[in-house]
């Protein structure tokens, strides 16, 4: 079993910079690929960036790309998202999950994910 706690959510205007953490208790984090995933209101869970379990390879949504990072430290148990230059489409509850597969085009798909956080509500108003 996987613990994620996410925090660093919050209300932040339009232009500005947030930076999520999401920390993880329970067996070996650093076997896992790490993805976080968003949900606006009447919305399906969208995949937003993905690292791989030694945080060789990142991937981005085309929509985040070139404004958000994804990183991990594997000693620290923790992944982090930071959100620079946010708008108001960005607005949702970000969640980040664990997926202990092999193949790096799953973590891009909800479904492959075993574990997943309670979510930090993100609002970005214009």
């Known amino acids: 079993q996987v613990q994620l706690v996410e925090s660093g959510g919050g209300l932040v205007q339009a232009g500005g910079s947030l930076r999520l953490s999401c920390t993880a208790s329970?067996?070996?984090?650093?076997?896992?690929?790490m993805g976080w995933f968003r949900q606006a209101p009447g919305k399906e869970r969208e995949f937003v960036a993905a690292?791989?379990?030694?945080?060789?390879?990142?991937f981005y949504s085309d929509s985040v790309k070139g404004r958000f990072t994804i990183s991990r430290d594997n000693a620290k148990n923790t992944v982090w998202l930071q959100m620079n230059n946010l708008r108001p489409e960005d607005t949702g509850v970000y969640y980040c999950?664990?997926?202990?597969?092999?193949?790096?085009?799953?973590?891009?798909?909800?479904?492959?994910?075993?574990?997943w956080g309670q979510g930090t509500q993100v609002t970005v108003s214009s």
């Open positions: 329970g067996r070996s984090f650093s076997s896992y690929g």
């Open positions: 999950a664990a997926e202990s597969g092999i193949y790096e085009k799953a973590l891009r798909l909800a479904n492959e994910y075993d574990y």
């Open positions: 690292i791989t379990w030694g945080g060789g390879r990142t």
